[in-house]
């Protein structure tokens, strides 16, 4: 929505004058019917309105804050309302898309508190516009990829070449001295005609003939011999810094890429992200290495050919330059009907992959259902796709070619005739037409390359800005300014009335406040999608909070040292992955140094080691990717074991064992609970069992905490867990529990 | 679905080999039910019931979206389905396809009359069911997505999502416009 891009309208609108203070005004960008438009919200000090476009006298709200209460930013699908009761009645007062839906979140929970008679802060608005031409930034970046000039954009890639220019300028010059030879030998070509072989009036004593012919012979020689030499090295030099450029673009985006937030990959698709490391530093490297060089050799050989046709023959070369536009034309026109259709190959050739990969590594689910035969036709038809399209990219290349060689084969044929004519009534030698004949051939070359080096240009330069879009995104997970350095932690933690939300306006975990003792260990229950391991990724900031302050022994996380915060805390988290390599080397994931001993002493508390043992690699058993070839059980001990020996001050078992069986788990359990005298827990587990020794549960209901307390006052309270426990049928448990 | 669900067996009714539903997957029909709106909110009884405050939500948005509706009650909670809205009153009828239209502000786009392109962003200047906008989309190639065959979304650089159910529908200027870019 640009409706209220281009410049800012002024909130509260003209026209619109209230006798009291505006304590916040905010634009909606739909009408109470739903078509797009300007509305404005206007909270003052005792009243709120309503302000439609255009006219700002009358409001078409306008209601008395002392009569309402309960403001609330309904989320609907593509956007929300913002809607207030008055006595018992839901008044809505304006509707919003997406684009507004963070900015009406804040502005209902300002209200809600002003409603009852709280102070509440609306931030001003964060502008997530770009100030030059007012196009929304992607979250988390400052640079508009549509502002940023090209030049700029050429200039940081140029940066890259920085450390290796004296390679990178020993190779434009050696470039140059290898087109610029080329030009030689068809000038040799010249001589060879007129004096040795077709002389024209005269002819020279032959046996002069004969030396001359050997001396431009072994000219003709020593010019492709040095113009093999300079194209070997050109082609080495060429390979060794693109090689060098990519590998430094690659790393750096990894490096970043490791380090950006899980928010960063929540938004993206993998298959982008991997696409933007692979694909769009190749793109990179290659233009990087050949497209400044082409540029300049092609330059030289169009202004070079230029002077020598001209001085040759100024009259011949003006036919030479006749059909020159209409190859320009001709190729621009076409490049980009051919983009497009490559386009549309690489994309479809995308799609063939990703469909290759999810079917294969979805086999068993296929082969369960029997369900071979639709995905062998869907690849089918999806590779049928790609052939048609290669074809189609065919196709208009060969158009194309064809129709430019037979364009400057008529300016070949031009210069035949006139030529021709030339040498048969006037002064033009053969020698010279034919010289003449291969610069024209040499001439077009550049030209047809000159045009599609326009549209090559700008796929690398939005290739180098995908790539720099991701470089330049911050981690929104980031170091404080002055991070409280955290050698030893205690592991007290605490929840200030925390909000937060995967997407700004969704939220998840509305306004949690606790806090927890260090060694305490704390059972987090809940229906699924309550927002336990939400809570978790808090603790562990992996995001940090909308509103609200996580605490760990005081100090607000944001500002502990990242490094020294996820050193002192271990976590299991509910989806296991572990990486291919040794059983010895997952264990020891996080503590590469680590001991035999200690792995060892690992892998029996978690109950791993029996298991361990009976393979015959023993600690060295290889995994395969995502740590293939164990059991789903087996593969949770391991991230057990991987926890343990991190010795973290706050452990997370986020249903760290619902894939082992009963008893294995109260082995674990055991071991568990002398590992945890020490240190602060927080233990997710839907088998209400495995929290029986719990200090304290904190029973989670959509968001919020409903309960808080021992298993015994819980149960007794006859609330949520109660229900909960009920509910799982869980009566085991339950005796479990009151034992 | 509501008569006897003993196991017959009979082979033209799939459904009729399944246990009878819950009740709160039941399906609602017209006749006994009723809609009106108070204030803001929908609010829906069955047969002489109470009164009480409902949402209507699509199951299928894309291929279906005015079949197999959900009512949900105010925490969210499944109430039933309306398999159809053919057999309602006019008035009831368009009493839920103006629910419907509030809860889903997806536009969809009508027209295309330009695309311009600005580095890796794209600006489309559209016609829409809820009026003329511009929406800038970023990687378009990422963000136009083919749900079913033939039925587009766009997903703008500020999470909102734009539809476009027929391609092949669209005039041939705005279709030209669409071949060039996907
Ligand atoms: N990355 C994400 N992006 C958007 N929404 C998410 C994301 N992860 C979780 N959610 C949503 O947040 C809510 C809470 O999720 P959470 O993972 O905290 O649930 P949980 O209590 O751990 O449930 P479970 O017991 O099933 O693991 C859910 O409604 C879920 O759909
Ligand atoms: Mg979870």
């Not at chain 1, 690659?250 to 938004?267: A, C, E, M, P």
């Not at chain 1, 793109?283 to 050919?305: C, M, P, Y």
């Not at chain 1, 995502?626 to 991987?642: D, F, H, K, T, V």
């Amino acid at each position: 929505m640009r409706n209220d891009a281009e410049s800012p309208a002024p909130c509260p609108p003209e026209g619109f004058s209230p006798d009291e203070q505006v304590r916040v005004c905010a634009q909606a960008d739909l009408l109470p019917d739903g078509r797009f438009g300007s509305e404005w919200l206007v909270i003052g000090e005792q009243h709120l309105w309503v302000i439609a476009d255009g006219d700002g006298a009358t409001p078409r709200i306008e209601l008395p804050l002392d009569e309402l209460s309960d403001a609330t930013a309904q989320t609907l699908v593509g956007g929300g309302a913002l809607e207030v009761s008055r006595n018992g009645t839901h008044i809505e007062l304006v509707r919003y898309t997406n684009a507004r839906a963070g900015r009406f979140t804040t502005v209902a929970g300002a209200l809600g508190k002003w409603l009852s008679g709280e102070e509440a802060e609306v931030p001003e608005e964060d502008e997530k516009r770009c100030p030059r031409c007012g196009l929304p930034l992607a979250e988390g970046t400052k640079v508009c990829p549509a502002c940023l000039p090209r030049s700029q954009t050429l200039r940081r890639l140029a940066l890259y070449l920085l450390p290796a220019w004296r390679q990178a300028l020993g190779l434009s010059l050696i470039a140059l001295a290898h087109t610029a030879l080329g030009l030689i030998p068809p000038y040799l070509q010249k001589p060879l005609m007129d004096e040795v072989l077709a002389p024209r009036g005269e002819p020279r004593p032959v046996d002069e003939r004969v030396r001359l012919l050997g001396t431009l012979v072994l000219a003709l020689l020593i010019a492709h011999v040095l113009m093999s030499g300079l194209g070997a090295a050109r082609a080495w030099l060429s390979a060794w810094l693109g090689n060098r450029i990519s590998h430094d673009i690659r790393v750096q985006l990894y490096r970043h890429l490791q380090f950006l937030s899980l928010g960063f990959y929540d938004k993206q698709q993998m298959g982008n992200v991997i696409s933007r490391v692979n694909q769009d530093t190749g793109r990179l490297q290659e233009f990087l290495v050949w497209g400044s060089q082409d540029l300049a050799t092609n330059l030289l050989l169009i202004v070079g050919i230029t002077i020598v046709l001209l001085v040759m023959n100024a009259k011949l070369a003006l036919f030479v330059f006749l059909p020159a536009p209409i190859v320009v034309l001709l190729s621009t026109v076409v490049w980009k009907r051919v983009r497009h259709y490559m386009h549309r190959f690489f994309h479809r050739w995308g799609r063939l992959n990703a469909v290759l990969n999810e079917t294969l590594s979805g086999l068993r689910v296929t082969k369960a259902f029997g369900q071979e035969p639709r995905h062998i036709d869907d690849f089918s038809s999806r590779s049928l796709e790609l052939a048609i399209s290669g074809t189609g990219v065919e196709r208009v290349w060969s158009i194309l070619f064809s129709g430019m060689s037979l364009v400057m084969m008529l300016g070949t044929l031009l210069v035949w005739y006139v030529g021709g004519r030339e040498v048969l009534f006037g002064p033009m030698s053969l020698g010279t037409l034919v010289a003449f004949l291969t610069y024209v051939g040499m001439f077009y070359q550049p030209l047809r390359f000159m045009s599609m080096l326009l549209n090559w240009a700008s796929r690398s330069l939005a290739a180098g800005e995908r790539v720099f879009e991701v470089l330049d995104t911050e981690p929104e997970v980031a170091e404080a300014e002055e991070p409280v350095a955290m050698p030893e932690m205690q592991g007290r933690v605490s929840f200030r009335d925390v909000s937060f939300g995967y997407e700004p306006h969704r939220p998840v975990l509305k306004g949690i406040s606790c806090e927890v003792e260090a060694g305490e260990m704390i059972g987090l229950v809940g229906q699924s999608g309550a927002g336990k391991t939400t809570t978790i990724n808090l603790i562990c900031r992996f995001y940090d909070t909308d509103a609200g302050e996580v605490l760990i022994d005081g100090v607000p996380i944001r500002d502990i040292h990242i490094e020294d915060l996820r050193r002192h805390i271990g976590i299991v988290p509910q989806d296991t992955f572990l990486f291919s390599g040794t059983i010895a080397e997952n264990i020891a994931y996080a503590k590469p140094g680590a001991t035999r001993e200690e792995i060892v002493r690992a892998a029996r508390i978690a109950n791993a080691h029996e298991f361990i043992v009976k393979k015959p690699d023993g600690y060295e058993t290889l995994l395969g990717e995502r740590g293939q070839g164990l059991s789903a059980g087996e593969q949770q001990r391991l991230s057990i074991a991987r926890a343990v020996l991190h010795d973290p001050a706050i452990l997370i078992l986020d249903e760290a064992t619902s894939q082992v069986d009963v008893e294995t788990e109260k082995g674990i359990q055991e071991a568990i609970d002398r590992l945890v005298k020490s240190r602060t827990t927080f233990a997710i587990a839907h088998r209400l069992a495995t929290l029986k020794n719990a200090d304290r549960l904190f029973v989670l209901k959509d968001g919020e905490i409903a309960e808080m307390g021992t298993h015994d006052e819980l149960l007794a309270a006859e609330g949520e867990f109660y229900r909960l426990v009920q509910t799982y049928q869980d009566i085991s448990a339950v005796s479990a529990v009151q034992r | 679905m509501s008569e006897e669900t003993l196991p017959t067996g009979s082979a033209d009714e799939p459904g009729a080999e399944w246990p009878e539903l819950p009740p709160e997957g039941r399906t609602l029909a017209p006749a006994d039910v009723c809609f009106r709106r108070e204030d803001a909110r929908l609010q829906m009884r069955e047969g002489e019931g109470e009164w009480r405050e409902v949402s209507v939500v699509r199951l299928f948005p894309l291929s279906e979206p005015e079949r197999w509706l959900a009512v949900l009650d105010d925490k969210q909670a499944d109430i039933g389905l309306l398999c159809d809205l053919e057999g309602f009153e006019p008035e009831q009828r368009l009493l839920l396809e103006d629910e419907l239209r509030r809860r889903y502000l997806t536009p969809v786009i009508t027209a295309i009359s330009a695309i311009r392109h600005r580095g890796d962003v794209a600006e489309w200047t559209v016609a829409t069911d809820r009026g003329e906008t511009s929406i800038v989309v970023r990687n378009v190639r990422e963000k136009v997505k083919e749900p079913l065959p033939g039925h587009l979304t766009i997903e703008d650089a500020q999470g909102n999502r734009y539809e476009i159910p027929h391609r092949a529908a669209l005039d041939a200027a705005s279709r030209r416009l669409l071949d060039m870019e996907i």
